[in-house]
């Protein structure tokens, strides 16, 4: 069975820190990993990786993905209060459905 | 706004009733994706349409049905509700091809009461 897990499964930190968000999968078909922010509803996409070694990045955030170990991480550098929320950690397998971890639960404190 | 609609935004309903949860896709947005999050769960995939056909199936439960209309819009119809059915029910859209990432509505919270 697909499987996505993340870690930790919630941290506090304070503004100004930096945090890295884990990922790994384990999926028979991969076409690709997706990262999604979550706040009060409907999640929203961050970034789609598909190919090992090649960071993604958005401002404060980035991405990167492993696919001979089966992970990714999330960064989010000089953390503020509007980057509370859950992050999610999704795996496209090849379009039948995005399998989702748990996510990880942010909460940043001023 | 997102583009992916979903009504009602909230639903409070007794045990053993039945519920249509309604969900239009972004304008273009062949194929549409139910999800359920219950509290502190991730997102558990239960359907997916593709031009009114189903696609794939998750963990949907028997009491479940969705189909999907001519016009694309889609319905999730839950019936003989439990205590455990209360949870966000997310609806996602995504064009043809490959698409970057679903896009989601903003979710229909249902308690069972």
């Known amino acids: 069975e697909d499987k996505v897990v993340q870690s930790p499964l919630s941290l506090v930190v304070h503004e100004g820190d930096t945090v890295t968000l884990n990922c790994s999968y384990e999926v028979t078909n991969f076409r690709s990993l997706l990262w999604y922010k979550q706040e009060k509803k409907a999640p929203t996409f961050l970034f789609m990786l598909?190919?090992?070694?090649i960071e993604k990045k958005s401002g404060r955030l980035s991405s990167i993905l492993d696919k001979k170990e089966l992970f990714s991480i999330l960064n989010i550098t000089a953390t503020q209060t509007g980057d509370s929320a859950v992050y999610l950690c999704?795996?496209?397998?090849?379009?039948?459905?995005?399998?989702f971890g748990p996510g990880t639960r942010l909460s940043v404190l001023p | 706004d997102s583009g992916v609609t979903q009504t009602p935004k909230h639903l409070i309903t007794a045990t053993g009733q039945r519920v249509t949860l309604r969900c239009s896709p972004r304008s273009g947005d062949l194929s549409v994706y139910w999800y359920q999050q219950s509290l502190d769960q991730g997102l558990q995939f239960l359907i997916q349409y593709y031009n009114g056909e189903e696609r794939a199936k998750g963990n949907i439960l028997e009491r479940f049905s969705a189909q999907q209309f001519p016009d694309l819009h889609s319905e999730l119809n839950l019936s003989s509700l439990e205590l455990g059915d209360s949870a966000l029910y997310f609806c996602?859209?995504?064009?043809?091809?490959?698409?970057?990432?679903?896009?989601f509505g903003s979710g229909t919270r249902l308690t069972v009461v």
């Open positions: 999704a795996v496209d397998n090849y379009g039948q459905n995005f399998v």
């Open positions: 598909t190919s090992s070694g």
């Open positions: 996602a859209s995504s064009g043809t091809g490959y698409s970057y990432g679903y896009t």
